[in-house]
């Protein structure tokens, strides 16, 4: 099949509009739609730092890529990488080496935070975890060192890989939960709360079959190692369930996604930003304590025992 804007071999079928692009024009085709969310979505100016979140995954190496193209010095924003070693055997270590060469090559900084800072590490937080899933701690806790590393490196923003299967997934299941107050959190963020680096998400409308896709026809290298945890994690029901909608009728992630959108106002209307303070720790939260403190907390005692 040939590529419907020249004569080359097509790469791929864009099942929702019918297109079958080569490997120049389907790249053009994921960055001109990124870039358009990058503008949307964030104000930058000379001197601003954009902080990365980069796992080595395929999402967030294409982030990184592409805002690194957009974003030079010629424009006078820096860009710093952040990466997060949650202490999972055989499976971060060779993520964080091909973040590692990246930045290298590309005179990127790289700052690396771990989960020995907080005296655990995922490998020996999934034996005491019981019933919830590995994930629920995980994601605690990274969202924590990240958010308190862009803030130390001085970022005006934090660029995160999610993809539009992501999206589409946290906006179902925070529909099935009636967690209002989430579904209204979920970024890109507009409003900067006192200690939170607002995250924005330049891949927001690529689908993660075309994030995987640009990453191979680009050369980006991405480990495609797979959690052992990964399993365990509720949103796996939710992924099946975006995927065989999709697989019915081609575009429903978008149409999830633009619904949400449209609802976007009316729940940033009717739900106003909760009234933060510090946790004796320096992250924002609602509590007393921040929830990393407390479930740090529950774990250590899970470890020691009775």
């Not at 419907?4 to 079958?20: K, Q």
């Not at 995980?138 to 990240?146: A, I, W």
């Not at 680009?218 to 939710?238: K, T, V």
Request: glycine share 6%.
């Amino acid at each position: 099949m040939k590529c419907d804007l020249c004569s080359r071999d097509a790469v791929t079928l864009i099942r929702y509009n019918g297109s079958h692009l080569c490997d120049e024009h389907f790249k053009s085709y994921v960055e001109k739609r990124v870039k358009k969310e990058i503008r949307k979505q964030i104000n930058v100016h000379s001197g601003d730092t954009i902080a990365v979140a980069v796992s080595g995954g395929k999402d967030s190496m294409v982030t990184l890529h592409i805002l690194d193209s957009v974003f030079s010095e010629r424009n006078g924003i820096s860009l710093c990488a952040i990466s997060i070693d949650e202490g999972i055997k055989g499976y971060r270590p060779p993520s964080l080496d091909i973040v590692k060469k990246f930045c290298s090559e590309r005179n990127i900084p790289l700052r690396i935070r771990s989960f020995s800072e907080i005296g655990l590490e995922m490998d020996k937080i999934s034996e005491v975890t019981g019933e919830s899933s590995p994930c629920t701690y995980c994601g605690v806790f990274r969202r924590k060192l990240m958010n308190d590393e862009a803030r130390t490196v001085g970022a005006k923003y934090l660029a995160t890989g999610h993809n539009l299967d992501d999206m589409a997934q946290s906006i179902m299941m925070n529909f099935v939960r009636g967690d209002v107050e989430r579904l209204a959190r979920l970024g890109p963020h507009k409003k900067v709360q006192p200690g939170l680096i607002p995250r924005f998400l330049p891949l927001r409308l690529i689908p993660e079959k075309e994030s995987l896709l640009y990453a191979m026809v680009s050369g980006i290298p991405f480990w495609d190692g797979e959690c052992p945890y990964y399993m365990e994690a509720l949103r796996n029901q939710y992924r099946d369930i975006v995927d065989q909608l999709e697989d019915r009728s081609p575009g429903s992630k978008f149409s999830i996604l633009s619904s949400y959108d449209t609802l976007r106002p009316m729940l940033a209307e009717n739900v106003q930003p909760s009234n933060l303070h510090m946790c004796q720790c320096g992250e924002p939260t609602l509590g007393a304590r921040c929830k990393a403190c407390e479930l740090r907390e529950y774990l250590e005692k899970r470890i020691k025992g009775p």
